[in-house]
């Protein structure tokens, strides 16, 4: 049974950094392809960050291109979220995901793992 959970959200003031993780127990971390999504309440679950089970190429949404790394360790069944110049708008309940499909999925239902969920605020 794989489970995931998230650490490393807290509040935080704009302009500032936080750096999540994401703990995954099981034997198949290595094949999986790893995302971050965020979520507001009332509000669908957002895309974040994806990156592949080789750690290849990653995917970023625009709102957090050039401000947030994911990153992987396999050999520690750990994926990041590095997040830097953070601004109000990027708060929300942030959640890592595994997903089966190779590349850089994009869309929750392609996800099949998730998190509990680690709340980020970012005051203004």
């Known amino acids: 049974q794989v489970q995931l959970v998230e650490s490393g959200g807290g509040l935080v003031q704009a302009g500032g950094s936080l750096r999540l993780s994401c703990a995954v127990s099981?034997?198949?971390?290595?094949?999986?392809?790893m995302g971050w999504f965020r979520q507001l309440p009332g509000k669908e679950r957002e895309f974040v960050a994806t990156i592949p089970w080789n750690g290849g190429s990653t995917y970023y949404a625009d709102s957090v291109k050039g401000r947030f790394t994911i990153s992987r360790d396999n050999a520690k069944k750990t994926v990041y979220l590095q997040m830097n110049s953070l601004k109000p708008e990027d708060t929300a309940v942030y959640y890592c995901?595994?997903?089966?499909?190779?590349?850089?999925?994009?869309?929750?239902?392609?996800?099949?793992?998730w998190g509990q969920g680690t709340q980020v605020t970012v005051s203004s």
């Open positions: 995901a595994a997903s089966e499909v190779i590349g850089v999925p994009t869309t929750p239902g392609l996800y099949h793992r």
């Open positions: 099981g034997r198949t971390f290595s094949l999986y392809a």
